[in-house]
């Protein structure tokens, strides 16, 4: 089967450094895929995070925009009849958009969990726990051994829910 599903996420940053320059945001992405034999999945995440300034104590001045797309493996187990978990694990780039500071392609993960209801036969919905990291890097014409020219890593935690489609 291919699973195919649109998800819509708030995201808190983790990180001391993200979470003095941004607050709480939100996110959507999508997510397709190609399940080899029952419960295991390659799938591609796609998902664009939108990080607003925070007031008072962002130097930026403005919102960290990141477009990402990873791909990776995803295990869905039955639990009963009607419900099914699932965890998912992938690897890829994210397009990190700071106008004023820096636009860099970086390398990043996401690890996500949720459950699956099934509304139809092949109609799913259910809530989505996901952790993004994205890898830091030195911005460019910056002396990467001075720790104020160095990039903040991003860590964010994406909690939200899932719509989901099976193809057969």
């Known amino acids: 089967h ?4 649109n998800h819509a996420n708030g995201d808190i940053p983790v990180n ?3 979470m003095n ?9 999508i997510r397709t895929g190609y399940g080899f034999w029952k419960g295991l999945s390659v799938d591609v995440d796609v998902q664009y995070d939108a990080l607003f300034e925070e007031d008072g104590s962002n130097k930026i001045r403005e919102n960290k925009n990141l477009i990402s797309m990873a791909p990776g493996l995803r295990y869905t187990l039955d639990m009963s009849r009607s419900m099914s978990g699932y965890a998912m694990s992938c690897f890829g780039a994210t ?3 700071t106008k004023s500071v820096m636009s860099a392609w970086k390398l990043g993960y996401v690890v996500a969990t949720g459950i699956s209801f099934d509304i139809t036969e ?3 919905f259910g809530p989505e726990f996901r952790f ?4 830091p890097g030195t911005r460019p014409g910056k002396r990467p051994d001075r720790q104020d020219d ?13 719509v989901g489609y099976l193809y057969d």
């Open 132 to 135: 993004r990291h994205v890898f």
């Open 150 to 162: 160095k990039d903040t890593k991003i860590q964010v935690l994406n909690l939200g829910v899932s």
């Open 21 to 29: 320059d941004f607050e709480s945001a939100l996110a959507v992405g």
């Open 95 to 97: 397009f990190d958009y």
């Open 2 to 5: 291919c699973p195919a599903s």
């Open 16 to 18: 001391d450094e993200l």
């Open 122 to 124: 092949n109609l799913v």
